[in-house]
């Protein structure tokens, strides 16, 4: 396996260093990790997510925002130039892929849903905690969407919102909050452990 760090220059001047393993030189998959806005892909549930893509024979880009390099807090505003960054840093190795699934959270499955957009090409989504903004995207592209029922951020209401004819599956995980884990430590694990099973079974499918 291959690592290499690409450097790609961002709107908050500073460089992102996007992380791309490569298992052998001929690949045609791929899994992108899209963060979310105060969650980096170091996090249990998206480093776990990657070890899972690794693991099913997938290539792996892990992504960081530009103001996660530059070590800035993320005005809403800018959420455009974020969008614009990731899109960059996909672009320069997509073109090879067959297969392309992108794993997202939180703020990150709006940037996955508007990068896909952008390259038209067919991609795969697991959207982990989306918010309300992402359900149109949901409905866009195939997908499966994984959130709590105790998020503070999506609720029922919202999932109800979801055309499941649109979707491979919505899973609501009991007692999770918005970063899928509880106030208990055994039970957060287990999650974790669901987590890894779900990944797993919808990468090698």
Known sequence: MKLEILNVSSYWKTEMKQKYFQLYEENSKLVVLFPGKNFPCDKPILHFAGTSAL???????????????????????????????????????????????????????????????????????????????????????????VYGTKDEVFSKEHANQINIDNVREVIEIPNANHALETHNVEESIEILSKLVRIYMEFLNK
Do not use: C, W
């Open 55 to 145: 693991q099913s024979g997938f290539d792996l880009m892990i992504l960081e925002y530009g103001y996660q390099a530059a070590r800035t807090d993320l005005d809403v505003n800018e959420l455009q130039r974020v969008i614009e960054d990731s899109h960059e840093s996909v672009q320069r190795i997509i073109s090879k892929y067959k297969q392309v699934v992108f794993i997202s959270k939180s703020i990150g499955t709006i940037v996955a849903g508007e990068v896909h957009g952008k390259l038209e090409i067919p991609i795969q989504h697991i959207f982990l905690t989306p918010i309300k903004d992402t359900i149109y995207y949901i409905n866009k592209f195939n997908g499966l969407v």
